[in-house]
T-cell receptor
Framework: AQSVTQPDIHITVSEGASLELRCNYS??????LFWYVQSPGQGLQLLLK??????LVQGIKGFEAEFKRSQSSFNLRKPSVHWSDAAEYFC????????????FGAGTRLAVHP | EAEVAQSPRYKITEKSQAVAFWCDPI?????LYWYRQILGQGPELLVQ????????DSQLPKDRFSAERLKGVDSTLKIQPAELGDSAMYLC?????????????FGPGTRLTVT
C-alpha cells in the first residue's frame, strides 16, 4: 500500500541551527515526492519536489531535500533555521502518469527557539 | 499572485445540521481537489474534479457528503447531516491539470467545528 511516514511529530531547534526532517515512503512505482509547509491558519505551500534526475533538489526558502531510493527516504534539510520557519511540514508522494493522487504524511511540527 | 479562495474560513455547527463550503480555484485550473485534514494528520483527498467531472471520490462519505463543480469553475462541498467526527480543516486545491507533476495550489481552508 502507498504510504508516507514522518517519524518525528515535533522537533525543536534553536535559531541558526541546522535542520533535518525525516520522510520515508512506500510506493509501488516510480514516486514523485514533495515537501509542503503549512503555517498556522494557512493552506499548504510547496517547498520542493522530486520527479527524476539529480537526487538533491533545491527548493524555496533555502530548503533542500535528498532522495535516497535504497532507503525509501526523502529527507528535508536546511543549514540555518530562521524563526519564521516555525510551521508544520508535510511530506507527500504521488505517482507518474496522468492521474495519481497525493498521499500525505502526518506532518512534523517545527518549533524554533530564539 | 492568483490564489485559491475559500469561504467561510471558520464554521461552527451543531450535529445533524447541514453545512456547505465554497472554493474558487485559480483561473484556468482545470483540476480541483477537496481535502480533509483532521487535527494531527496530513490532508486526505475527499474528491477530485477534472473540469466538471468527478475523477476520484473514493474517500468521500457519500451518505452525507456531496460535492459539485457545475460549470467547471468554482465548487461546493456539502455535509448533511454533520457529525461530531466531521470536525476538521477542509482544504481546497487546484492545479492546471491532473497528474502529480502539476503543482497543487492550496487555499487557506475552512475550519469546521461540530458541536
Amino acid at each position: 500500500a502507498q504510504s508516507v511516514t514522518q517519524p518525528d511529530i515535533h522537533i525543536t531547534v534553536s535559531e541558526g541551527a541546522s535542520l533535518e526532517l525525516r520522510c520515508n515512503y512506500s510506493y509501488g512505482a516510480t514516486p514523485y515526492l514533495f515537501w509542503y509547509v503549512q503555517s498556522p491558519g494557512q493552506g499548504l505551500q510547496l517547498l520542493l519536489k522530486y520527479f527524476s534526475g539529480d537526487t538533491l533538489v533545491q527548493g524555496i526558502k533555502g530548503f533542500e531535500a535528498e532522495f535516497k531510493r535504497s532507503q525509501s527516504s526523502f529527507n528535508l534539510r536546511k543549514p540555518s533555521v530562521h524563526w519564521s520557519d516555525a510551521a508544520e511540514y508535510f511530506c507527500a508522494v504521488g505517482g507518474s502518469g496522468g492521474y495519481n493522487k497525493l498521499i500525505f504524511g502526518a506532518g512534523t511540527r517545527l518549533a524554533v527557539h530564539p | 499572485e492568483a490564489e485559491v479562495a475559500q469561504s467561510p474560513r471558520y464554521k461552527i455547527t451543531e450535529k445533524s445540521q447541514a453545512v456547505a463550503f465554497w472554493c474558487d480555484p485559480i483561473s484556468g485550473h482545470a483540476t480541483l481537489y477537496w481535502y480533509r485534514q483532521i487535527l494531527g494528520q496530513g490532508p486526505e483527498l475527499l474528491v477530485q474534479f477534472q473540469d466538471e467531472s468527478v475523477v476520484d471520490d473514493s474517500q468521500l462519505p457519500k451518505d452525507r457528503f456531496s460535492a459539485e463543480r457545475l460549470k467547471g469553475v468554482d465548487s461546493t462541498l456539502k455535509i448533511q447531516p454533520a457529525e461530531l467526527g466531521d470536525s476538521a480543516m477542509y482544504l481546497c486545491a487546484s492545479s492546471i491539470r491532473q497528474g502529480s507533476s502539476y503543482e497543487q495550489y492550496f487555499g487557506p481552508g475552512t475550519r469546521l467545528t461540530v458541536t
